[in-house]
C-alpha cells in the first residue's frame, strides 16, 4: 500500500477536521469532545479528535475507561466491548505495579505535525529548520493511548489511511509494511490497532492483542523511547500475566507451537545449560530487533524483562528514563547549516545498552542473568 493509495482512503474515510457530534462514552454516557466533564483530561479530546467523523460514519464508539486513561475505538454493536474495558483495566494495573505514570504535571501542548520533506521525521515540537535547536528531541507531551479494535482489513486500512494523512512522518513507515501487518503500535500519536477477526490466524486472539499493544503504549507514554526487545519483552510478561498465556508475535508468520505460549522458559534453559552454553551479555539480551523475528532473540528479551520486573522493578523507571535521554540525544541531527531533524528510526548502539543496563543494575548482571534463564521456575 502506497503513501497515495494511504492518502486516498484517508479522504475516503472521511478525515476532516471540523467538529462534529459523536458518540464518545464515559461511565454508560455521551460525553461532548468540546467540553469534557470533569474528571477527564485533555488528553483524552486530542486522541479521540482525530477518529470523531470516521468512527460516526463507520458506526464505531469511543468508550473512555473510567480513570480517563484509555480509549477504546469499537463498533458500538460489538459484543466485546465490556470485557475488553475491563482487560485495559487489569493491562494498565498490571503495568502500575513497575513502570508508574507520569507525573500529573508533565503536560505540553498538542504536537505539531511534522514537516513534509519525503522523509519521515518527528519534529513535533522543534523549532524550524534553520533555527539552533536544543541538544536533544524534545520528550514526546503525555498522550493517552487509543486502542483501535477494527473490524475487518478495510476498516484498519481506512484507519491506517487516517494516520498517516493526520501524520506525514508515518508515510514511509506506511509504505514499508504495505498490506503485510494487522497490527502495530505508534509513539506519536499513542495508538494501537488489531483486527477482530483473522481467520487465516488460527492462533489469533484479539484479547491478547489489545493486553499486548496497550502494554506497549504504556510503556511508550511513560519510560519514553527504549528499544524494541525492551518494548515487546514487557508486553509479553503483561500479556501473559492478564491473559495466562501468549498469542500475539509481531513479525512472525507461520505455525506457533503449542508450548510458547506458556512462554520460552524451557527454551531459555536449553540453550543456557551445559558445558557449552554460551555466555549472556548485551548481544544475547537485545538482540531481537523491529522488523524481525527470531525464536531464540525473542526468548531473551521475554526472560530478560522477566528477570528485570521482578528482579529490579524499582530500577526500571530510571533505566528507561536514561535510556530514552540517549534516544532523544543519539536521534538529533544537526547539519552544517545549523538547521536539524530528528531521526525516528535511530536505534542504540550495543556498547550503550550494556553500559545503561549494568550501571542501573550492576556490575555482575550477566551471571545472575544467566542463572534466571537457567531458572526451571
Known amino acids: 500500500m502506497t503513501m497515495r493509495s494511504l492518502a486516498a482512503l484517508a479522504v475516503l474515510s472521511g478525515c476532516l477536521s471540523a467538529p462534529l457530534r459523536a458518540d464518545l462514552m464515559w461511565k454508560g454516557q455521551k460525553v461532548d469532545p468540546a467540553a469534557l466533564p470533569e474528571g477527564l483530561p485533555p488528553e483524552v479530546a486530542r486522541a479521540a479528535q482525530p ?47 513497575f513502570l508508574p505514570p507520569r507525573p500529573a504535571d508533565v503536560v ?25 535547536g536544543p541538544s536533544e528531541v524534545p520528550r514526546t507531551p503525555h498522550q493517552v493511548p487509543l486502542l483501535f479494535a477494527a473490524r475487518n482489513p478495510a476498516h484498519y486500512k481506512e484507519g491506517l489511511g487516517l494516520l498517516v494523512g493526520g501524520n506525514a512522518w ?19 500519536p499513542l495508538v494501537g490497532a488489531w483486527l477482530i477477526e483473522a481467520p487465516e490466524n488460527e492462533e489469533w486472539d484479539p484479547r491478547n492483542e489489545l493486553v499486548h499493544r496497550l502494554a506497549q503504549l504504556l510503556v511508550m507514554d511513560r519510560g519514553g ?13 503483561v500479556e501473559l500475566e492478564v491473559r495466562g498465556g501468549i498469542y500475539c508475535f509481531p513479525y512472525r508468520y507461520g505455525f506457533v507451537g503449542i508450548g510458547e505460549h506458556g512462554g520460552w522458559a524451557p527454551a531459555l534453559r536449553s540453550r543456557f545449560t551445559g558445558r557449552d552454553a554460551p555466555e549472556v551479555d548485551a548481544a544475547v539480551l537485545c538482540a531481537l530487533q523491529r522488523g524481525t523475528y527470531v525464536d531464540r532473540d525473542a526468548a531473551a528479551a521475554w526472560g530478560g524483562m522477566r528477570f528485570l520486573i521482578e528482579e529490579h522493578a524499582a530500577d526500571l523507571p ?10 532523544r540525544q543519539g536521534a538529533l541531527e544537526v547539519a552544517e547549516d545549523g538547521s536539524w531533524r530528528s531521526l525516528p528510526l535511530w536505534q542504540w548502539p550495543l556498547e550503550t545498552q550494556a553500559d545503561l543496563l549494568r550501571r542501573h543494575l550492576g556490575r555482575d548482571l550477566w551471571e545472575r542473568l544467566r542463572a534466571a534463564f537457567r531458572d526451571e521456575s
Open 51 to 97: 477518529w470523531l467523523e470516521w468512527s460516526r460514519k463507520r458506526g464505531y464508539h469511543l468508550w473512555v475507561s473510567d480513570g480517563g486513561d484509555c480509549i477504546l475505538l469499537a463498533e458500538k454493536r460489538w459484543s466485546g466491548v465490556e470485557e475488553s474495558m475491563g482487560l485495559i483495566a487489569d493491562t494498565i494495573a498490571a503495568v502500575d505495579r
Open 108 to 132: 505540553a501542548e498538542a504536537p505539531k505535525e511534522a514537516p513534509s520533506t519525503g522523509t519521515p521525521l518527528e519534529d513535533f515540537d522543534l523549532p524550524p529548520a534553520g533555527v539552533q
Open 170 to 188: 508515518l508515510a514511509a513507515w506506511a509504505d514499508e509494511i504495505g498490506g503485510e501487518s494487522y497490527g502495530l503500535a505508534l509513539p506519536e
Open 225 to 237: 523511547r527504549v528499544p524494541y526487545w525492551m518494548l515487546v519483552g514487557t508486553a509479553w510478561n
Open 318 to 327: 530510571a533505566l528507561m528514563a536514561d535510556l530514552d535521554r540517549a534516544w
